[in-house]
């Protein structure tokens, strides 16, 4: 697979995986010395980097959603990249003005590619998702979670009853 960039010089998978690991050990080189602290809801530019068959790729902004306080003692924060595309599928959120207290970011919030990345692959802050957004997020990540959520209470309440009948 080749990908023509702006430049109109043609990169094949190889070629971009070979610069991916150059950036990579850059990455692993800033995150000693990067003291950035997100708060869940802002927004930072994030390279996702060279990565395989449908997972997103490259330099995109992305809405933090771990903790401060985590975000404050780890070396990673967990995230939910931003595609440019224009239109949400069922368990994604479309970013519109009235979701934002700061920033110009257009896109749709892909649920789907949660992700943790080390604090060196973060670059600039871009924005932040008011409280409509955030909650409007919560409530995707809750119902992208919610069948796992599900399962475990059908499993709980499975066993508390079978443990009862075993006294």
Same mark, same amino acid.
């Given at each position: 697979?080749?990908?023509?960039?702006? =430049?109109?010089?043609?990169?094949?998978?190889?070629?971009?995986? @070979?610069?991916?690991?150059?950036?990579?050990?850059?990455?692993?080189?800033?995150?000693?010395?990067? $003291?950035?602290?997100?708060?869940?809801? %802002?927004?930072?530019?994030? %390279?996702?980097?060279? $990565?395989?068959?449908?997972? *997103?790729?490259?330099?995109?902004?992305?809405?933090?959603?771990?903790?401060?306080?985590?975000? @404050?003692?780890?070396?990673?924060?967990?995230?939910?990249?931003?595609?440019?595309?224009?239109?949400?599928?069922?368990?994604?959120?479309? +970013?519109? =003005? %009235?979701?934002? =207290?700061?920033?110009?970011?257009?896109?749709?919030?892909? *649920?789907?590619? *949660?992700?943790?990345?080390?604090?060196?692959?973060?670059?600039?802050? +871009?924005?932040?998702? $008011?409280?409509?957004?955030?909650?409007?997020?919560?409530?995707?990540?809750?119902?992208?979670?919610?069948?796992?959520?599900?399962?475990?209470?059908?499993?709980?309440?499975?066993?508390?009853?079978?443990?009862?009948?075993?006294?």
């Amino acid at each position: 697979m080749t990908v023509t960039t702006l =430049d109109q010089k043609t990169y094949s998978k190889e070629e971009r995986l @070979l610069a991916w690991v150059q950036k990579a050990l850059f990455y692993t080189r800033k995150e000693g010395f990067t $003291n950035v602290s997100p708060k869940p809801g %802002d927004i930072y530019a994030v %390279d996702m980097g060279e $990565n395989i068959g449908s997972e *997103i790729n490259g330099i995109r902004p992305c809405v933090v959603i771990s903790g401060t306080k985590f975000n @404050l003692r780890s070396g990673t924060f967990t995230v939910v990249p931003i595609t440019g595309h224009g239109e949400a599928r069922p368990g994604q959120l479309l +970013i519109t =003005d %009235d979701l934002l =207290d700061e920033g110009q970011v257009r896109g749709v919030i892909k *649920i789907e590619m *949660i992700t943790t990345v080390s604090r060196g692959r973060v670059g600039n802050y +871009i924005g932040r998702l $008011n409280l409509k957004g955030r909650s409007q997020l919560a409530a995707k990540l809750h119902r992208f979670f919610s069948p796992l959520h599900r399962q475990t209470l059908k499993r709980s309440s499975a066993n508390r009853r079978a443990s009862f009948l075993m006294f």
